[in-house]
């Protein structure tokens, strides 16, 4: 029996290639590799240095006195934007785990952890530290416990409005820092070699910025490979580099608060550590 390459296709008929382009088109958006994030963050989740700490999205599980209140809180805000843009809260909820900034925060979570794994724990932090402290991850040294914030942003390309929501997030920062820093209520850190749950406070904050593109190849090659690729080490690099640029511009503040400062000493060597991986890879 002759091997039909292409069912349903006989001799000189056209072969329609949109179907090929738009399986091309469709990969290169964010949203198409949301389910198999979704598994790398499970199955992150599964481990047993992570059980009974994070949920299965990676991120900090809400616990303590005011843990029932906090979630009933979160509830009533997201219904009350769900509604401002005609959505229940169940359709605002599955869009707004597809949509890019989500992504990005998921998907440097995820870099983070294949790159420094060992070293640092690297978590998605709760949604209440997500809208009313404005950290998007945690990374923990797990040596020294020094603890660092990150707020992604997904930036568009040079010809839109990109560089504005960089400005913007790059204000919210100052301001931050200028007050303190970030205040994580459902934290973590390293006690005995062990995370456990802990409020943090004075924790230094820095933005991690992707471009559509890189966030796209990002998903695709977490997606794809059980380890990283050149683009993710190339991604990695370039975000430690935007991390150690603003380290400096912090450190070299005087007019910060004092245990913030001391906090953001405690993270240099971190910071040397994560530089190190970038000769090593």
């Known amino acids: 029996m002759p091997i039909e390459y292409l069912p349903g296709l006989k001799p000189g008929d056209k072969i329609d290639l949109s179907q090929f382009d738009n399986k091309k088109k469709s990969e290169s958006r964010p949203e198409y ?5 979704q598994e790398a963050l499970r199955e992150l989740a599964q481990r047993s240095e992570y059980r009974g700490l994070v949920n299965d999205a990676g991120q900090i599980i809400m616990s303590g006195p005011e843990a029932e209140f906090d979630n009933q809180n979160i509830k009533l805000n997201e219904e009350a934007w769900a509604k401002e843009e005609g959505q229940t ?14 992504l990005a925060e998921k998907g440097i979570t995820l870099l983070f952890d294949r790159i420094l794994r060992g070293k640092f724990a690297v978590l998605r932090a709760s949604d209440y530290d997500d809208y009313e402290n404005g950290a998007d991850n945690i ?3 797990r040596e020294t416990g ?3 914030c990150g707020i992604d942003d997904v930036f568009g390309d040079e010809s839109d409005d990109g560089g504005k929501r960089k400005a913007g997030k790059v204000d919210k920062i ?8 970030a205040r994580i209520k459902y934290g973590a850190t390293i006690k005995n070699d062990q995370l456990v749950p802990q409020e943090l406070e004075n924790v230094p904050l820095f933005y991690f910025s992707l471009s559509k593109k890189e966030l796209s190849d ?4 977490i997606s794809e490979y059980n380890k ?10 370039k975000l430690v580099g935007s991390l150690s640029e603003q380290y400096g511009h912090f450190a070299a503040d005087k007019s910060l608060d004092k245990r913030l400062r001391a906090n953001l000493n405690d993270f240099a060597p971190s910071l040397a550590k994560m530089k190190a991986e970038i000769e090593e890879a």
């Open 89 to 102: 809260w169940e359709e605002w909820t599955i869009r707004k785990e597809s949509d890019p900034a989500s």
């Open 139 to 141: 990374i923990i040294d």
């Open 146 to 148: 020094a603890v660092i």
């Open 218 to 221: 990002l998903l695709h090659s």
């Open 228 to 237: 990283p690729t050149e683009i993710e080490n190339q991604i990695y690099q």
């Open 33 to 37: 590799y949301l389910y198999p994030i």
């Open 174 to 181: 100052k301001r931050k820092m200028a007050k303190g820093g």
